[in-house]
Antibody, heavy 122, light 112 residues
């Protein structure tokens, strides 16, 4: 059974840092592209960052570029999001999501974790 | 990285059908078949219900179906049931500029 379990959220002051983790199980983590997606309280989903299996390609939303860093440790089946210079508007539930890519190039975010809540407030 | 456009809310009675639209641009929904729909109940993670425009993952009811015409994708739920009441989000992968996903703002479905 595919499982994604996020951790590391919490309350942090503006300007502070947090490191989120996503522990993967039930599939060969090193084969899959992964994403972070967030959802502010009462708001919609927002894509945050995307990483390929071997760190060969990494992409960020404009809203977090230069402040957040996505990484992965395939030996530990784990995905990370280092968040620096946090702002009030970064307050959200953060989800990790697996990418499934079919042979004909169709992509989907097929499994999501339960999320970890990040609150940025003074 | 513009968002897709969905109606804020739709409603229907049990047994009826409803359709939720999702309008994008020429460089996302129109250009890619990686259009997905997610169902989210309060306090829960999003759940994939449609992928590749009109495909259902194993275990998802056949009452859910998807389609696309030009830059607009649609989700239809037939035979509405009380448990269908949830938020629904469309999404499209795009490699315009850099690879990323765009999401709709979400549609709250109320089953009357």
């Amino acid at each position: 059974e595919v499982q994604l379990v996020e951790s590391g959220g919490g309350l942090v002051q503006p300007g502070g840092s947090l490191r989120l983790s996503c522990a993967a199980s039930g599939f060969t983590f090193s084969y899959y592209e992964m994403n972070w997606v967030r959802q502010a309280p009462g708001k919609g989903l927002e894509w945050v960052s995307y990483i390929y299996p071997s760190d060969s390609s990494i992409y960020y939303a404009d809203s977090v570029q230069g402040r957040f860093t996505i990484s992965r440790d395939n030996a530990k089946n784990s995905l990370y999001l280092q968040m620096n210079s946090l702002r009030v508007e970064d307050t959200a539930m953060y989800y990790c999501a697996r990418v499934y890519r079919t042979s004909d190039g169709i992509l989907r975010l097929d499994y999501w974790g339960q999320g970890t809540l990040v609150t940025v407030s003074s | 990285q513009s968002a897709l456009t969905q109606p804020a809310s739709v409603s229907g009675s049990p047994g009826q059908s409803i359709t939720i639209s999702c309008t994008g641009a020429s460089n996302d929904v129109a250009d890619y078949n990686s259009v997905s729909w997610y169902q989210q109940h309060p306090g829960k993670a999003p759940k994939l219900i449609i992928y590749g425009v009109n495909n259902r993952p194993s275990g998802v009811s056949s009452r859910f179906s998807g389609s696309k015409s030009g830059n607009t994708a649609s989700l239809t739920i037939s035979g509405l049931q009380a448990e269908d009441e949830a938020d629904y989000y469309c999404s499209s992968y795009t490699s315009s500029n850099t690879p990323h996903w765009v999401f709709g703002g979400g549609t709250k479905l109320t089953v009357l």
